[in-house]
């Protein structure tokens, strides 16, 4: 934990700490849509990003990390930085917690932001997922990040993150769509009905994956695998959500109704 998955479009004459352009958009979007009180932005599994100071300028950042070298390196650039886990070190409450990679305990997550608060974070470790399960946030959109793109504040059922594709239209606005229609199209040599057809390859490699696994025992990644005609191709995880990735931020307040 601490390693951004990240690459920083950004680099200081030393190589080092840089803000990433697209994840400064996307916060910079969260504030002009919702005009949050931003006074005190923690962010432990930092590394080197430094992507808050660049999109929350008059706040007090507080950038926390195990990693000796990203710590000594942030702070000399001139920010407050700590080595420490998360689960020793303090920070007080804040106004916006950001996890990116990274994940912590809910309970812990309640406690350091404040009511009316904020956390941003994504789902590659299913952060957004467990924070979604917990009852004292609400989320309050989902900010696509891609990167080259403008991000978009998307408040409009985000929720359906969670609620896979279930026909040909809904699979055709997600983000998946592309990839899966060429694999599709490679195993079938066809591109029509992606859907159905994909459906239909996860199904048949279920039941070839035994069989498959025994012959092949390299390809136990916890991908699914489908055979055909000799040639082995790896299926993406089942059907994608209705809408957004894990690498987009998903924006939770803290209601000031809900007790810590």
Known sequence: MGEAEFESSEKNSRGDVAPNKELVACYQAFQEALHPKVDTVYYPG????????AAFPDSRVIYVDVNEYSVDHLQRAGLEAHK???????PGSVDVLILLNFSIDPVLSARLVKEKGYVLCNDYNGTASQIFKDEKFSLKAIITNKTGEKPHFDSDDPEQYWQTVATEEELRKSPAYESIAKRVEQITGKRENIFAEYTRLIQEAEQQQEELLREHPELKDGMPHYMRDGKIYTLFPPLPPKKGTNADIFVFEKPNSLKK
């Open 84 to 90: 420490a886990s998360v689960d020793e070190f303090d």
């Open 46 to 53: 930092c590394d080197l990003d430094t992507s808050p100071s």
